[in-house]
């Protein structure tokens, strides 16, 4: 009832639940890795599809692409920027009223939020790519 347990590796072509019963993939010491030299397909075709783990989640495409499809894409707890530049105000400026930003992108690939102005402020704004 409550599933079954593997201590080593496993092989197989196909994974599937029960008619309307939820299937879940766990880990609860290690990692869980899903491998196949021709790729790998998840598909919930009525219900969601959630991954979530206490650490970081890698999507890795070495010769590829990462393609997110859907009429909306959200990315929550994401850091706002503070201003650094005698333009945008003194260092730690932060903007209570703001509530247009700018998605920006740290060298690290870090992602963070910048006030929306006329033109880019994530310059002005990329303390937060200091701390990561």
């Not at 899903?34 to 397909?41: H, M, Q, T, Y």
């Not at 920027?81 to 930003?101: C, E, F, I, R, S």
């Not at 690290?108 to 704004?125: D, H, I, N, R, V």
């Amino acid at each position: 009832n409550e599933g079954v347990v593997f201590g080593h590796s496993v092989e197989t072509s196909h994974i599937r639940a029960e008619p309307f019963q939820d299937l879940k993939l766990e880990s609860p010491t290690r990692t869980l890795s899903l491998e196949a030299p021709r790729g790998v397909e998840v598909n919930a075709g009525v219900g969601d599809f959630k991954a979530s783990c206490r650490k970081d989640l890698l999507l890795q495409s070495s010769e590829g692409e990462i393609f997110l499809d859907s009429s909306t894409i959200r990315l929550g707890n994401i850091p706002h920027g503070t201003a650094a530049d005698p333009l945008h105000g003194a260092p730690g400026t932060t903007y209570p009223k703001q509530t247009v930003y700018e998605l920006c992108v740290c060298p690290s690939g870090k992602l963070y939020l910048s006030p929306a102005e006329k033109g880019s402020t994530c310059q002005t704004t990329s303390n937060v790519c200091l701390w990561s």
